[in-house]
C-alpha cells in the first residue's frame, strides 16, 4: 500500500505541473503555503488543486463501488458503468435539467450541486434496484451483463430524447457534461462528494467481511451467518450514493470501477476485501489523476472520460487473454 500511496502522490504532484499556464516550482511552493497573492495562485488554489481532489474522489468512489459489485454479483466484469447504473444517474441528471427548462422557478434545483446528486443517485438508486431483482432471476453471468448493457441502452435512448426537448445552452451544457470532465468544481462540489465517499466508505468497510464470505456463494454466506440479501442491499445503496455523485459532477466516467478492483488484486496478492477495498481506493484514484494529467497535455484539454478509456481498455484486453488462456 506505501507504494501505491507513493505513486499516487507523484502523480498528483504531475498533474499540479500540468496545464496551459506554466508555473515554476518556487511559485507553486508559494501559493501552496499561501505566501504569494497572483495569478499562480488563482490558478493552483482554484482551478487545479480542486480538479486534482475531484479526481482523487471520484476515482476512488468509483473503484470501492466496482470493487464491491464485483463481488455482490460475483463477476469480474460487473461495474457502475458496464451494468448502466452510470447510465441511469446520468437520465435523472438530464431529467432534471429538462424539467428546469419547463417548469417555472425549478432552475435553481438543475444549477444547485445537492439537487444534481439528489437526480443521479435517484436514477442510479432506479437502476441499482432492477439490476438486483434480475441477478436473483438470472443465474448466470454473462446474461446479467448483456442485461445491464441493454439497461444502459434503454437509457442512453431516453437521454437522447430530452436531449431534443431542451433548449440549445443547456444541449450544450448537457453535451460538455457527457463527455465527462474533473473541471469546473469549486470547493464547495468537492466537499459534497467528499462527503458521499465518506458514507460509501464506512458502509464498503462494514460489509467488507460479509463481502469476502459472498464470494463463495449465498449457500456459503448462509452456512456462515451473513445475510446475504441485507449485505447486498448496503452495498448497493453505498455505491448508488458514491456513483450518483460522481456522475452528477463529472458525468459518466467509465473504466475506472471495472479496472481498479483488478489492478488491486492483482498488486496486492490477494482477494479479501479487507484488502482489495483500500487498495482499489488507492489504484481507482491513480488511474483518475493519471487520466486527468493525460486530459491537460495537449493545448484544448481532452474529455477525461476517453483519456481514462486509454488507460482502462488495454488492461481489461489482457485480463480477457489471461482468462481466455486459463
Known amino acids: 500500500a506505501a507504494w501505491a500511496l507513493t505513486l499516487l502522490i ?13 508555473i515554476g516550482i518556487r511559485d ?15 490558478i493552483l488554489l482554484r482551478l487545479r488543486l480542486p480538479r486534482i481532489v475531484t479526481a482523487v474522489i471520484a476515482g476512488s468512489a468509483l473503484a470501492i463501488s466496482g470493487a464491491q459489485m464485483q463481488a455482490i454479483f460475483r463477476n469480474p466484469l460487473a461495474d457502475p458503468h458496464i451494468l448502466g447504473i452510470s447510465a441511469g444517474a446520468g437520465t435523472g441528471v438530464a431529467a432534471l435539467t429538462l424539467m428546469a427548462g419547463i417548469l417555472p422557478h425549478s432552475g435553481w434545483l438543475a444549477s444547485s450541486g ?3 446528486t439528489l437526480a443521479a443517485a435517484l436514477g442510479a438508486g432506479c437502476i441499482s434496484m432492477v439490476i438486483m431483482w434480475i441477478a436473483t432471476r438470472v443465474r448466470q453471468a454473462s446474461a446479467l451483463l448483456i442485461t445491464g448493457v441493454m439497461i444502459g441502452f434503454v437509457m442512453s435512448a431516453l ?19 457527457s463527455a465527462g470532465s474533473f473541471s469546473g468544481n469549486s470547493w464547495n462540489e468537492a466537499a459534497i462528494m467528499a462527503s458521499t465517499l465518506v458514507i460509501g466508505i464506512v458502509i464498503a468497510i462494514s460489509r467488507s467481511k460479509a463481502l469476502s464470505v459472498l464470494l463463495f456463494g449465498d449457500d456459503y454466506a448462509a452456512a456462515a451467518g451473513v445475510n446475504a440479501k441485507r449485505t447486498r442491499s448496503m452495498s448497493m445503496l453505498g455505491c448508488c450514493i458514491m456513483t450518483g455523485t460522481v456522475t452528477a459532477f463529472c458525468g459518466p466516467i467509465g473504466f475506472v470501477g471495472i479496472v481498479a478492483p483488478h489492478a488491486a488484486r492483482l ?9 482489495v477495498l483500500p487498495m482499489s481506493l488507492l489504484t481507482g484514484a491513480s488511474i483518475s489523476v493519471a487520466g486527468d494529467f493525460l486530459s491537460q497535455l495537449p493545448d484544448s484539454p481532452l474529455p477525461v472520460g476517453s483519456t481514462i478509456a486509454i488507460i482502462g481498455i488495454p488492461f481489461i484486453f489482457m485480463m480477457l487473454y489471461k482468462s481466455s488462456v486459463r
Open 10 to 22: 507523484l502523480l498528483i504532484v504531475l498533474d499540479l505541473f500540468t496545464g496551459s499556464a506554466d
Open 267 to 275: 498488486l496486492s496478492g490477494r482477494s479479501s476485501m479487507q484488502t
Open 114 to 116: 445537492i439537487g444534481m
Open 28 to 42: 507553486m511552493l508559494h501559493a501552496l503555503t499561501g505566501g504569494i497573492d497572483g495569478i499562480s495562485s488563482v
Open 159 to 177: 437521454t437522447s430524447i430530452m436531449e431534443y426537448q431542451a433548449d440549445e445552452s443547456r444541449l450544450k451544457a448537457f453535451w460538455s457534461w
